[in-house]
């Protein structure tokens, strides 16, 4: 059976239900007017006509609300997933890129400190050459290189960890955290030989 034919089916049983308590009520009373009766057969009539159209109503225009609420509310959730998984996605990338970075300011060091060395030996053997009268100078001039290099050195890996890890950490590390990994790299270079 269609829609429509149970609708119709629900308001026939309902329409001789309100005819026999209708008749039922009229039989009790016994001395009511025929006019009072047919307003009171008149007013249930029209009662159950408009609570059919109301229900017809609903029961034909709510149902596409609710789909479309429905497809609304999926599509956010869809979209909010795709967001999820983009974020994640963003979040590994930096993760990555912050791992890789601690390692090529290792990386720097060690090749900064090797050619250090080597433009240390290099000076040592040019004043070696040379008599005792330059011996002084060229002494000051590799400590002065020296520590121009390593305070270069930090200065770059400084720079490096900063403008890279800055804004990843800020985001993710807590005031305390970050207390604590400065702390670190500051015992690490102060461990080293100047």
């Given amino acids: 059976m269609t829609r429509n034919r149970l609708f119709f089916l629900a308001m026939s049983i309902l329409l001789v239900s309100l005819f026999a308590v209708v008749g039922a009520n ?3 009373e016994g001395g009511t007017a025929p006019t009072e009766r047919a307003t009171e057969i008149f007013k249930w009539i029209n009662f159950a006509i408009l609570a059919g159209v109301i229900v017809w ?5 709510l149902p596409p609300v609710f789909r479309k609420r429905a497809e609304t509310v999926s ?3 869809t979209s909010a997933t795709n967001a999820k998984a983009a974020a994640d996605a ?12 601690q390692k090529e300011v290792a990386e720097f060091r060690a090749l900064a400190e090797k050619e250090a060395a080597a433009e240390v030996e290099r000076l040592r ?16 001039e590799i400590e002065a290189t020296e520590r121009a290099a390593r305070l270069e050195l930090k200065a770059l890996a400084a720079n490096l960890a900063v ?10 590390l807590t005031p305390k955290a970050q207390e ?5 790299f500051v015992k690490t270079l102060e461990g080293r030989p100047n």
Wanted: aromatic share 2%; proline share 0%.
């Fill in 90 to 101: 963003q979040l590994r990338d930096a993760e990555s890129r912050l791992a890789n970075l």
């Fill in 163 to 172: 403008d890279g890890a800055e804004t990843l950490l800020a985001k993710q």
């Fill in 180 to 184: 604590s990994l400065i702390s670190n």
């Fill in 57 to 61: 109503v609903f029961g034909k225009l």
């Fill in 26 to 28: 009229a039989a009790e």
């Fill in 125 to 140: 053997a040019a004043t070696q050459s040379d008599a005792q009268k330059i011996a002084a100078a060229a002494k000051a």
């Fill in 75 to 77: 599509s956010a959730i």
